[in-house]
């Protein structure tokens, strides 16, 4: 009999017995980490500063524990590990029905202005494939994904760097355009989520006012469109948009063209 390995992250097959006379048959025994897609291995997961939960699931052939390798006030796991009813024997080149378990991870807000980041361990019953890592890291920052985050040469890592939204007219449009307003894009795990202006010539929505959004939908991207009055100023001018979730907030420089 041969056994067959599908190891975390890697389609791994390695022959670690010998086949009997007329013995076909092999036993495979799998281990990975997955999100939402069972066919898509992770190797980490990563939360914003706001977020206070995720999960992943494991997908193993064999029983499991986690091991309470962090130490870390920031983040808790809860999990059940499962011992499958039984080992399904196969032809090679086909694989077992593999048993899914969730571990949930709580998080507190990254107030802190730096990445941090642990990692977990698994450990299967099946020694040839032994522990596991998962690493977890939590930003210090929202997730913004419009205007993106500019980082400076020398920052390496998402603790440094600014938001700015360029490219407005003095007609508080977007160059080019007559009518397409800027906007900005964000997704937010809190249902108390705010954004403010610094100035009255530029004007955010209420929650409410979203089309088809009562407010800042948790774990929904938000496309929030800006109104800008007229710069009759001669000059460019600057106003700072504030996202808060949570405890954590992030400004977001708004420049606006003259004439």
């Not at 939360?47 to 962090?70: E, G, H, I, P, R």
């Not at 709580?106 to 998962?134: A, C, D, M, W, Y």
């Not at 997730?143 to 600014?162: F, Q, R, S």
């Not at 929505?205 to 407010?215: D, K, S, Y």
């Amino acid at each position: 009999m041969r056994t067959f390995i599908l190891g975390a992250l890697a389609t791994l097959a390695v022959a670690t017995g010998l086949t009997s006379c007329g013995d076909s048959s092999y036993e495979n025994h799998t281990f990975y980490y997955f999100r939402n897609t069972p066919s898509v291995y992770i190797s980490d997961i990563v939360a914003y500063a706001d977020q206070t939960a995720d999960s992943c699931f494991v997908a193993t052939t064999d029983t499991w524990t986690l091991n309470k390798s962090y130490d870390e006030e920031w983040l808790s796991v809860s999990y059940k590990g499962q011992t499958p009813p039984f080992t399904q024997k196969i032809a090679a080149g086909n694989w077992q029905v593999l048993y899914s378990n969730r571990i949930d991870l709580k998080l507190q807000p990254n107030t802190t202005g730096k990445t941090r980041h642990t990692n977990i361990t698994v450990t299967s019953e099946f020694g040839k494939i032994g522990t596991t890592p998962l690493y977890i890291l939590q930003y210090p920052l929202l997730n913004i994904d419009y205007p993106a985050l500019e980082k400076g040469p020398n920052d390496k890592v998402v603790d440094n760097g600014t938001f700015t939204l360029k490219n407005i007219s003095a007609d508080g449009y977007v160059v080019g355009s007559k009518n397409v307003k800027p906007y900005v894009s964000f997704t937010v795990y809190s249902t108390n989520a705010t954004l403010t202006s610094s100035e009255s010539w530029l004007k955010v929505p209420e929650p409410g006012n979203l089309v088809g959004t009562p407010a800042y939908t948790p774990c929904k991207v938000q496309n929030v469109e800006l109104t800008l009055e007229k710069n009759t100023t001669g000059s460019a001018r600057t106003a700072q948009l504030t996202l808060t979730s949570n405890g954590v907030s992030n400004k977001i420089t708004v420049i606006q063209n003259a004439n």
